[in-house]
C-alpha cells in the first residue's frame, strides 16, 4: 500500500528566505508526482507535476524534484512571501491506478 | 488551463434534508472525477472515483446509499448527500483527471464546497 510522508508538518520563516518542503513515498512504481497548495477553506491548487520519467520542474521561484529511486521529492520555494503561506500538499499516482495517494501536507507561514 | 467548477461554495441545510453538489470540468472531458472529504486540519479522504455512464466506486467506510454520486455526462459529476446529519457537516471537494488535454495537466480541484447541517 503506497504510503506518503510529508515533513515538517508546520514550518514557519521569516519572509526572505529559500525553502524546502520534503515528500517521500513507499512506493516507487508511480506515474506521477504533484505538487499543490491549499488555502484555508478552498480548493487545491495545482503547482507543479512531474512525470515519473522526470527529475524536476520549475516555475516561477517554485522548484520541484523527483527521485524516484529513493522514493522522494522536494518542493524548493526561494526568496519566500508572506503570499507563499498556505498548506502544501504532495499527491503521488500509483502505476495502473487512478487515485491520488496524498501526504498529510506541510503547513507554511511567511512571518513579514 | 484545465478548470473544474464546483457549487455551491457554501451551502447549510437542515438535518434529514438532502444536498447536492455540482462538478463540472469546464475546458475538457472528464471520463473520471473523485469526491474527497477534508476534516478540519486534515489532508483529503477520498469517497469516491465517479465515472461516466457507469456506477461510481466507493472507498471503503463510505455509505454509498448516503454519498449518492452520479456522472451521468463527460463533464459533469455531481455528489448528493441524503438525510443529512450534523456529523456529515464537512469541507467536500471534487477533481478530475486532465489527461484529455495532455500529459502535463495532472489532476485538477474544484474549489470545494463547505456544507453545514444543523
Known amino acids: 500500500k503506497q504510503e506518503v510522508t510529508q515533513i515538517p508538518a508546520a514550518l514557519s520563516v521569516p519572509e526572505g528566505e529559500n525553502l524546502v518542503l520534503n515528500c517521500s513515498f513507499t512506493d516507487s512504481a508511480i506515474y506521477n508526482l504533484q505538487w499543490f497548495r491549499q488555502d484555508p477553506g478552498k480548493g487545491l491548487t495545482s503547482l507543479l507535476l512531474?512525470?515519473?520519467?522526470?527529475r524536476e520542474q520549475t516555475s516561477g521561484r517554485l522548484n520541484a524534484s523527483l527521485d524516484k529511486s529513493s522514493g522522494r521529492s522536494t518542493l524548493y520555494i526561494a526568496a519566500s512571501q508572506p503570499g507563499d503561506s498556505a498548506t502544501y500538499l504532495c499527491?503521488?499516482?500509483?502505476?495502473?491506478?487512478?487515485?491520488?495517494?496524498f501526504g498529510q501536507g506541510t503547513r507554511l507561514t511567511i512571518n513579514p | 488551463g484545465a478548470v473544474v467548477s464546483q457549487h455551491p461554495s457554501r451551502v447549510i441545510c437542515k438535518s434529514g434534508t438532502s444536498v447536492k453538489i455540482e462538478c463540472r470540468s469546464l475546458d475538457f472531458q472528464a471520463t473520471t472525477m473523485f469526491w474527497y472529504r477534508q476534516f478540519p486540519k486534515q489532508s483529503l479522504m477520498l469517497m469516491a472515483t465517479?465515472?461516466?455512464?457507469?456506477?461510481?466506486?466507493?472507498e471503503q467506510g463510505v455509505e454509498k446509499d448516503k454519498f449518492l454520486i452520479n456522472h451521468a455526462s463527460l463533464t459533469l459529476s455531481t455528489l448528493t448527500v441524503t438525510s443529512a446529519h450534523p456529523e456529515d457537516s464537512s469541507f467536500y471537494i471534487c477533481?478530475?483527471?486532465?489527461?484529455?488535454?495532455?500529459?502535463?495537466?495532472?489532476?485538477?480541484f474544484g474549489s470545494g464546497t463547505r456544507l453545514t447541517v444543523v
Open positions: 499527491a503521488v499516482i500509483i502505476q495502473g491506478a487512478q487515485k491520488l495517494v
Open positions: 512531474i512525470q515519473s520519467s522526470q
Open positions: 465517479s465515472n461516466e455512464g457507469s456506477k461510481a466506486t466507493y
Open positions: 477533481s478530475a483527471a486532465a489527461r484529455s488535454k495532455g500529459p502535463n495537466y495532472g489532476y485538477t
